[in-house]
C-alpha cells in the first residue's frame, strides 16, 4: 500500500490536547484553571475516560489557549448566533501576534483568577472591560504605552454610552469636557 492509498486518520481530540499540553511544557491544573474545568476533568478528557467535550464553551476555550478554530476538534458544532468580532479584541491579538506572545504566554502573565476572564475576552464572549485598572493590567502583560490604553479605554468608553443609549455626537462638549477631565486625571497619577 503506497502512501497515498493509506486513509487520512484525523487525530483524537484528546490527543491534540495532551500533545500541545507537552509540547508547551504547561500544567494540566495551569490548562483546567484557564479554560475553566477541574483538574481531574482535564485528566478524564486526555486518558479518553470520558467522551471528549461537547459543549461549545468549552471547546471554544481550549481553542483559543491552543491557538487554534474550534472546528479542529470534531465534537465542536458551530453555533448559531452570530459571533461578534471585536476591534479592541482583534487589536490585543494583533499586539500578541507582534511581540511573538503565545496565547499560553499572555495568560500566564495574569493572575490564575483572572486567566479564564482573559479567555473569554480572547474567543470573543465577554467585551474587553472598561474598568481603568482592568485595562492597564492587559497594558502591562502587552507592553503598551499609557496613550494606547488610554486611546482604548477612551473609545471603549464612547462605545459603552452610544450603545446605551447616548448620542455622543449632540452631547459632544459633554462627552469632551469628561474626557478631558479623565486625560488629566490620568496623567496626574
Known sequence: MSSKDKPIVQEKSSEKVARFLDK?????????????????????????????????TTLERI????????????????PQEPIVVDDFVEYLKEEMKSKDMSVVTFLKAFPRKKRLEMVDI???????????????????????????????????????LETNGMNIY????????????????INFQ
Open 122 to 160: 480572547l474567543r470573543g464572549s465577554l467585551p474587553l472591560p472598561i474598568d481603568y485598572k482592568e485595562l492597564t493590567m492587559i497594558a502591562q502583560v502587552l507592553e503598551l504605552n499609557k496613550d494606547e490604553i488610554y486611546n482604548i479605554w477612551e473609545r471603549r468608553m464612547k462605545q459603552v
Open 63 to 78: 481553542a483559543t489557549v491552543m491557538e487554534i478554530e474550534p472546528e479542529a476538534f470534531e465534537e465542536y458544532k458551530i
Open 24 to 56: 508547551n511544557a504547561l500544567h494540566k491544573k495551569d490548562f483546567a484553571e484557564m479554560i475553566g474545568v477541574t483538574l481531574s476533568y482535564v485528566y478524564n478528557l486526555i486518558d479518553d475516560t470520558i467522551p471528549f467535550s461537547t459543549r461549545s
Open 170 to 185: 449632540s452631547n459632544a462638549a459633554l462627552i469632551n469636557a469628561m474626557f478631558d477631565c479623565a486625560r488629566k486625571y
